[in-house]
Nanobody, 123 residues
Framework: VQLVESGGGLVQAGGSLRLSCLAS????????MGWFRQTPGNEREWIVG????????DYVDSVKGRFIISRDNAKNTVYLQMNSLKPEDTAVYYC?????????????????WGQGTQVTVSS
């Protein structure tokens, strides 16, 4: 079982990035998904989640209106579209899968994690 993130990089403030999370060895459509981010010295922060059928989505206030989570079941991939990026969005971003049907904000509840992808937003 593997989750592999891609799409991170360096972008100027105000720019956009789309992160991808490709799964192998598990069917993402049967899991609720979450995106987290982490900066050095800080705990991993939940930022967005989606229920297993995709009908429920939730966002932390700091990214509402700027980030969008989606999934393509045919590609077994979850995406995080990040718009209007700010320097404070700089972090390593992780996708994760959980059996909690409606999703959860608790990292401990996620069974599978990607390796992370670095996002750096310059001012």
């Amino acid at each position: 079982v593997q989750l592999v993130e891609s799409g991170g990089g360096l972008v100027q403030a105000g720019g956009s990035l789309r992160l991808s999370c490709l799964a192998s060895g598990l069917t993402l459509s049967t899991y609720a998904m979450g995106w987290f981010r982490q900066t050095p010295g800080n705990e991993r922060e939940w930022i967005v989640g989606m229920s297993w059928r995709g009908g429920y989505k939730d966002y932390v206030d700091s990214v509402k209106g700027r980030f969008i989570i989606s999934r393509d079941n045919a590609k077994n991939t979850v995406y995080l579209q990040m718009n209007s990026l700010k320097p404070e969005d700089t972090a390593v971003y992780y996708c994760a899968a959980t059996s909690v049907i409606l999703g959860t904000k608790v990292p401990y509840d996620y069974e599978f994690w990607g390796q992370g992808t670095q996002v750096t937003v310059s001012s």
